[in-house]
């Protein structure tokens, strides 16, 4: 049985976190840079066979997938004998397509060109839902070049790059073609909207005034530049948004010091709609245990996970926070950002205002593949919310439109009435 190193990706829960991206395409060096086309070859059918193996053997949620999966498989060793796949670029692209085919977020590689596909959720801007067999856009990241090019909620996705919709999806789902589930329809269409990176986009858009093409730039938007954004809000309310910031250790000293300067509030708002890469348990739990007292559980771990079962969170601080919280959550709320989302709700201790966030499953671990050193991220086990629910088909309490591009923050509205 071939065996992989693999290596801890910050503990237990970790999230999606950014991943190393070497944005010109310098990923680490394959060994087969200066090889013959026959080594190159053998290179490339090494890494094709770590990963289907890895993923039959260490994958999650591989029984969902298994036959989609078989078949991608003998594709991608039928590919790599072709010559179009030597060398740096092809070897990546063929293992990015691979990896496509378990329709899996949470699933990367450590390393993209300038024209691999666009992370999602942190690369992209617009959510779409398939919904009675249209495209309708259910999100829009406030900023992002899809709110900056005037698309919104409720629009209906007819083309993307010209390709009618559903058939543009197809482009993105090699195996397994005669029987796609919605939930992988849906996967594929926001990948495909989401593009490549260096590569323009467009939509065809049906409005109640009618069909309308738009053009969209670069979708992230411009990094807030701070770990955390905090204000008081009318009616003496606190408010506090982490800005992609829960992998980064001096985000627990930004939180303690946005919780001073507001301290005395009547009552709070977390905002957790810009973690779309996620972070690790060393930031969050710290940051629950501010508005707890003692020792309590937040999220459980499903099977594969050789750990404690139960993850907890204990208090810590000067002061407690008192009063009423809000809790506000996305699609771009991502892995890590999700487990707070379900750890304030499992704790009883906010209530939870948004949409279905990114669904980014499972905790992660990584694997070093042989061909190329390359490393290849999986969900390896499951992770729930207190009441058994699995964190990514976990709903907020209050439904509402979480991110409405650059309309209404309809969301935060709902939060303060509901605080004040």
């Not at 999650?60 to 179009?84: G, I, N, V």
Request: hydrophobic share 40%.
């Amino acid at each position: 049985m071939p065996t992989f190193r693999e290596f801890s990706i910050k503990p237990v829960f970790h999230v999606f976190a950014a991943l190393v991206v070497f944005a010109q395409g310098s990923f680490c060096a394959p060994v087969f840079a200066q090889d013959t086309s026959s080594d190159q070859t053998a290179a490339i059918l090494q890494d094709v066979n770590a990963v289907c193996h890895l993923v039959a053997t260490r994958y999650a949620y591989y029984e969902t997938r298994r036959d989609a999966w078989e078949e991608a498989c003998l594709q991608a060793r039928a590919e790599a004998e072709s010559p179009l796949v030597l060398g740096q670029a092809g070897h990546l692209a063929l293992l990015e397509r691979l990896i496509d085919q378990l329709w899996d977020n949470h699933v990367s590689l450590n390393t993209n060109s300038a024209v691999s596909p666009r992370l999602v959720p942190s690369g992209s801007d617009l959510w779409i839902e398939w919904q009675n067999g249209e495209a309708v856009i259910g999100a829009v990241r406030p900023d992002s070049g899809a709110a900056l090019a005037g698309l919104q909620v409720g629009d209906v996705v007819l083309a993307i790059n010209g390709d009618p919709v559903p058939g543009a999806a197809m482009t993105r789902i090699q195996a397994g073609r005669t029987q796609v589930p919605d939930a992988r329809l849906e996967w594929a269409l926001n990948a495909e909207a989401a593009g490549y990176r260096g590569a323009p986009r467009q939509f065809t858009i049906r409005r109640q005034d009618g069909v309308q093409a738009f053009a969209v730039e670069q979708p992230e938007p411009a990094p807030a530049n701070r770990l955390v954004t905090a204000r008081r809000l009318p009616g003496n309310i606190g408010y506090i948004r982490f800005e992609d910031s829960l992998d980064d250790d001096l985000t627990v000293e930004a939180f303690d010091a946005a919780l001073e300067a507001l301290r005395g509030a009547d009552g709070w708002i977390i905002d957790l709609r810009n973690t779309p890469g996620g972070g690790n348990t060393d930031v969050a739990e710290p940051i629950l245990g501010r508005f707890i007292s003692g020792v309590k559980p937040y999220q459980k771990s499903g099977p594969r996970w050789q750990g404690e079962p139960v993850r907890y969170a204990a208090s810590r601080g000067p002061w407690r926070v008192r009063g009423k919280l809000a809790v506000l959550a996305g699609r771009w709320t991502g892995s890590m950002g999700e487990g707070m989302a379900v750890g304030f709700d499992g704790l009883r201790r906010g209530r939870v205002f948004g949409s279905p966030m990114a669904g980014l499953a499972g905790g992660v671990s990584g694997f070093e593949l042989p061909g190329s050193g390359m490393s290849l991220r999986i969900p390896t086990y499951n992770l729930m919310h207190l009441s058994g629910i699995d964190r990514h088909h976990w709903r907020p309490a209050e439904a509402v439109v979480a991110d409405n591009g650059n309309g209404h923050d309809i969301a935060l509205e709902a939060a303060m009435n509901w605080l004040d």
